[in-house]
T-cell receptor, first 113, second 115 residues
Framework: TQTVSQSDAHVTVFEGDSVELRCNYS??????LSWYIQHHGRGLQFLLK????NPVVQGVNGFEAEFSKSDSSFHLRKASVHWSDSAVYFC???????????WGSGTKLIIKP | EAAVTQSPRNKVTVTGGNVTLSCRQT?????MYWYRQDTGHGLRLIHY???????QIGDVPDGYKATRTTQEDFFLLLELASPSQTSLYFC??????????????FGAGTRLSVL
């Protein structure tokens, strides 16, 4: 059984700060990992994904995520956040043997001016 | 850009009421999904479909029916709504099974309240 954990329900930073949103998963086989963003009142939008190759993947709007097999993690990072990055961020995983996505509970990113 | 349209955006009904949520995608995608989103639970899959006339059961199907009438249209039916079905519902589409390196495209959501 796959599980996804986003340990931080809320993260608050100042505009211009760097940020890391954490995602940990449990599964022993080949997996797909992705991040989605949900702005207030809107549907989820794809940010980036990883399956194999370079463990650091680049997404839209300056976001990147790094896969770590040893830590079972896929943390999302941004070097300098903008107020428009305020949103809820969801991590999702799926196994090669079962393509259904399992979603984390989301992390709300709050940007202070 | 992929487009998924949900209607209505908001719906209030009473316990025992009959509700239909609609979803249309104009992406020519084969797969469509219905999720519910509740605080602390992330997204949970209710039903999905890989083509007109097809229906697959998701992780939380109890109390829900769904029907895929065309490649574009996917409906979620609550025939005897209960307060536990108060939630934010999302429809999504993808070209191939979600997760197999494919991107899901989401609608804006329908907020349902069952009184």
């Amino acid at each position: 059984t796959q599980t996804v954990s986003q340990s931080d329900a809320h993260v608050t930073v100042f505009e211009g700060d760097s940020v890391e949103l954490r995602c940990n998963y449990s599964y022993g086989g080949s997996i797909y990992l992705s991040w989605y963003i949900q702005h207030h009142g809107r549907g989820l939008q794809f940010l980036l994904k990883y399956y194999s190759g370079n463990p650091v993947v680049q997404g839209v709007n300056g976001f990147e995520a790094e896969f770590s097999k040893s830590d079972s993690s896929f943390h999302l990072r941004k070097a300098s956040v903008h107020w428009s990055d305020s949103a809820v961020y969801f991590c999702a995983v799926s196994a090669d043997s079962n393509y259904q996505l399992i979603w984390g509970s989301g992390t709300k990113l709050i940007i202070k001016p | 850009e992929a487009a998924v349209t949900q209607s209505p955006r908001n719906k209030v009904t009473v316990t025992g009421g009959n509700v239909t949520l609609s979803c249309r995608q104009t992406n020519s995608h084969n797969y469509m999904y219905w999720y519910r989103q509740d605080t602390g639970h992330g997204l949970r899959l209710i039903h999905y479909s890989y083509g007109a006339g097809n229906l697959q059961i998701g992780d939380v199907p109890d109390g829900y029916k769904a029907t895929r009438t065309t490649q574009e249209d996917f409906f979620l039916l609550l025939e005897l709504a209960s307060p536990s079905q108060t939630s934010l519902y999302f429809c999504a589409s993808s070209d191939a099974p979600g997760g197999r390196q494919n991107t899901l495209y989401f609608g804006a959501g329908t907020r349902l309240s069952v009184l």
